[in-house]
């Protein structure tokens, strides 16, 4: 009973940390936008999708820097990877950005058939919103690979075929975090509402993965 507090205030602790922080802050701007920009929560739910595009980008970026040894066996045309080849490492790689961007396709195809319809941002041509939270998503996983995987040598810690399946267990939660906020948004009367509920699911996963992934605690050497 005693460990739960103790998890808590380790967890609020790593808020102090800057990639922690501007996960957060980046996360928030939906709040801002529904309270002054007049946003709905259909809105939100496009602007989380681009987030996988920028998910990928990080792995591809991942895959190539690595310098580990990899505890996942990968195959590729029939044959496991050898982990110490420069040249499966390419063609890991190459695979996974065909392989995980049709699988962002088919998810954001999905999203819009769901939720185009209702969405601002696509009833109005209105995308200067969506590619300036695509600029934010790029700084905020930008300050973490800067800060986590080069800043703290992550990078020696794992193999290239690692990173590989990563990716796609955050596309399945960020798509359950699409369906709460969807069935949120129309069960809540208030838009702003809704959108405050569907951005603190999102943080607190986003936050935990990203906790997780890079075995950040207060305890851990400076982010």
Known sequence: MNAWPARLSEALGALRLPSAQVLVLVNLIPILGALF???NAFDVILLYWLE???VGCSTVIRMLFAQGRSATRVKLNGRSVDPGSRK??????LFFTAHYGLFTLVHGVFVLLMFGSQSSFWIHHEFLALKLFFVALLVSHGVSLWRNYFGRQEYLEKGFADYFWKP???IILIHLTVLIGASVAQSVPSPVTAIVVFVVIKIV???AMHLHSHGITPRSRTN
């Open 205 to 207: 996963i986003d936050l």
């Open 37 to 39: 920009l007049g946003w």
């Open 52 to 54: 996988n595009i920028v």
């Open 168 to 170: 796609y267990a955050r």
């Open 88 to 93: 499966d490492k390419v063609s890991v790689t």
